[in-house]
């Protein structure tokens, strides 16, 4: 539990250094745009400008790349990712979800599955996913409505989705992908206890 309350406040620091960020890019914006605007009659001034510009252009690439390099491993993504405590095989079908616990040795064609699981509050589950026919989206929605996470879900290929239930309840799975028509009621349950 600590470790998930940790991560989550890891998340809304990175949220909050990217809202300020924004903010920044904003206010460059609204910089040039400001100066473009009072340099337009002064020929002399826009020839100073363009003079220095190739400078903050490349101050603000060093800067970024800089920030990038010392924050990126602080990412809460690779920890998510050491060991799953639980592992799931998930197959879309027009208009399914089939999901079975553990790593299946089957086909997307030939694995059989059901469109509810339980699994356990506070592991890390690996969600192993693909499809047998079309791409869809496996999107996981919790009881309000907001989807907590989601990826593709694509022919031939399985794709590797971490997620830790931090609370009890259950959850809906819903395709995000537009896949045919009875794709607005292609739904699954996951039971967390
Ligand atoms: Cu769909």
């Given at each position: ?80 990712q050491?060991k799953a405590d639980e592992v799931v095989t998930v197959v ?6 089939q999901m079975a616990n553990g790593i299946s040795d089957k086909s997307a064609h030939e694995f059989v599955g059901k469109?509810?699981i339980?699994l356990?509050?506070?592991k890390k589950i690996k969600f192993i996913i693909t499809s ?6 496996f ?12 990826t593709?879900a694509?022919?031939q290929y399985r794709n590797e989705l971490f997620y ?30």
């Amino acid at each position: 539990m600590g470790q998930i309350t940790a991560l989550l406040a890891l998340q809304n620091l990175a949220g909050l250094i990217s809202l300020a960020g924004a903010l920044a890019v904003v206010l460059v914006i609204i910089f040039l745009i400001a100066t473009s605007s009072k340099s337009a009659g002064k020929p002399c001034k826009k020839h100073t400008i363009l003079k220095i510009k190739p400078i903050y252009f490349w101050g603000i690439i060093f800067v970024l790349a800089v920030v990038i390099f010392l924050s990126i491993r602080y990412l809460s993504y690779p920890r998510l990712q050491d060991k799953a405590d639980e592992v799931v095989t998930v197959v879309g079908i027009q208009w399914d979800w089939q999901m079975a616990n553990g790593i299946s040795d089957k086909s997307a064609h030939e694995f059989v599955g059901k469109n509810e699981i339980l699994l356990p509050v506070n592991k890390k589950i690996k969600f192993i996913i693909t499809s047998d026919d079309v791409t869809h989206s496996f999107s996981i929605y919790n009881n309000k409505g907001v989807l907590l996470t989601q990826t593709q879900a694509i022919p031939q290929y399985r794709n590797e989705l971490f997620y830790i239930f931090s609370q009890k309840g259950d959850y809906t799975i819903l395709c995000l992908e537009y896949c045919g028509l009875v794709h607005p009621f292609m739904s699954g349950i996951i039971h967390v206890e």
